[in-house]
């Protein structure tokens, strides 16, 4: 039996040090377990869909982990294994989001399903996202 490779995937537990709610708790893994955060945006979209490809190959899993502390500092937590994701392209525009260039999406509907308000995603990317990104899904939810 092959070992599988482990991809860690870790979520806030609070705002960062540049954002207006800095220290304050986001409530992102309760908000993953009960499915008002469908999905995280994260930079390098190659990188992450190698990676999620080889999870629903059943080659690797995602380690979903918090700090237990300081970030970088402090040891990291497991809170869940995910052995299948959705992964999603996301290219922004100054007025909305193309998912897979074929749904677009107000970047309120994107914060709301991402677990933020629209200013807290446009201050957690210090000013509106741009690019490409990742849209990682946590559910069976995608953008159709």
């Known amino acids: 039996m092959t070992k599988k490779k482990t991809y860690v995937l870790i979520v806030s537990e609070t705002f ?11 409530h992102f893994i309760s908000k ?3 499915r008002t955060k469908l999905h995280t945006l994260r930079n390098n979209y190659d990188w ?7 999870v629903n190959a059943n080659k690797a899993v995602i380690s979903l982990r918090i700090w237990n502390g300081k970030p970088y500092v402090d040891k990291q937590i ?3 294994k995910i052995t299948k994701l959705t992964i999603q392209k996301a290219v922004f525009e100054d007025d909305g989001v193309w998912i ?13 399903n991402d677990g933020l308000t629209l200013e807290e995603l446009n201050s957690w990317f210090k000013g509106k ?3 490409t990104k990742a849209l990682i899904q946590f559910s069976n939810f995608v953008y159709k």
């Open 78 to 80: 497991e809170i869940l």
């Open 100 to 112: 897979d260039k074929t749904t677009f999406l107000p970047l309120a509907e994107l914060a709301k």
């Open 32 to 34: 993953i377990l009960n």
């Open 16 to 26: 960062p040090v540049h954002h207006f709610r800095k220290g304050e708790k986001t």
């Open 48 to 54: 992450w869909k190698k990676r999620i490809d080889a």
């Open 129 to 131: 996202p741009t690019g």
